[in-house]
């Protein structure tokens, strides 16, 4: 559910562009030892969510910079739900970008888990081509291919698509201190999507199992504006 935006100045501003919401469901026990002790997970009927979003970054800016110093990449995060004083919220096991300087900037500014890749996205007609491969040792990858589908209803309050796609919150936690952000923009306009294939390794890499199955639900949205607060310490 949509949140109030913030009586603040926002710390910066972006455009989230052709994104596409792929979600697993494991047993909670699988999903808890991974997020920090201060965090509650947040299943849905018995179940943890882990949702891969591949999309594309467009504007990223802080509030100090002019639109002209903008930064336009490529970006997946992995993540699952969780809460922090009842408050529903995203953490990130990890996060891909093909940006250097954005990856250390966030790395710096948000603790967030961020890594550099190579990635890659086509469009042909109303088929999607997206490869992430992540530039360290191991380096894990993603690849996906789907087709874009109808125009979904607007998302309902309780509803599955508005568990998964209306967050508004992350949380970190730095030397046991919780850190809170938020994101204002209006709701997504989601869509269907026909997956064609996927070859996913990121979610192996975050500790859970590898699914070795299709994503439980597949969602595609064009994009919205973004206005991003904090972080803000909140313990």
Not at 13 to 33: D, G, K, S
Not at 198 to 206: F, G, K, S
């Amino acid at each position: 559910m949509q949140l109030p935006r913030p009586d603040l100045k926002p710390s910066g501003t972006q455009a989230w562009r052709e994104l596409l919401f792929l979600h697993w469901t494991f047993p909670p026990e699988l999903v808890r030892p991974l997020v920090p002790a201060e965090l509650d997970l947040d299943p849905r009927d018995g179940l943890a969510y882990v949702g891969v979003v591949p999309f594309r970054m467009a504007d990223v800016r802080p509030a100090f910079l002019p639109r002209v110093f903008a930064l336009n990449f490529l970006e997946l995060n992995v993540r699952t739900y969780v809460r922090y004083r009842g408050r529903p919220g995203v953490y990130f096991f990890s996060l891909e970008a093909a940006s250097l300087l954005a990856v250390k900037g966030a790395r710096w500014g948000w603790g967030l888990p961020y890594f550099r890749a190579r990635m890659s996205t086509t469009t042909d007609g109303d088929v999607v081509t997206y490869a992430s491969t992540r530039r360290d040792r191991a380096a894990p990858h993603h690849q996906v291919r789907y087709r874009l589908g109808d125009l979904l209803p607007t998302t309902a309050p309780d509803t599955l698509e508005d568990f998964l796609l209306e967050r508004y919150l992350l949380f970190t936690v730095q030397k046991g201190r919780v850190y809170e952000g938020q994101v204002f923009h209006v709701p997504y306009p989601a869509q269907r999507a026909e997956l064609l294939a996927v070859d996913d390794q990121l979610v192996a890499a975050a500790g859970l199992p590898d699914p070795a199955r299709a994503p439980d639900t597949v969602h595609y949205a064009s994009g919205v504006d973004v206005e991003v607060f904090g972080p803000y310490p909140v313990t």
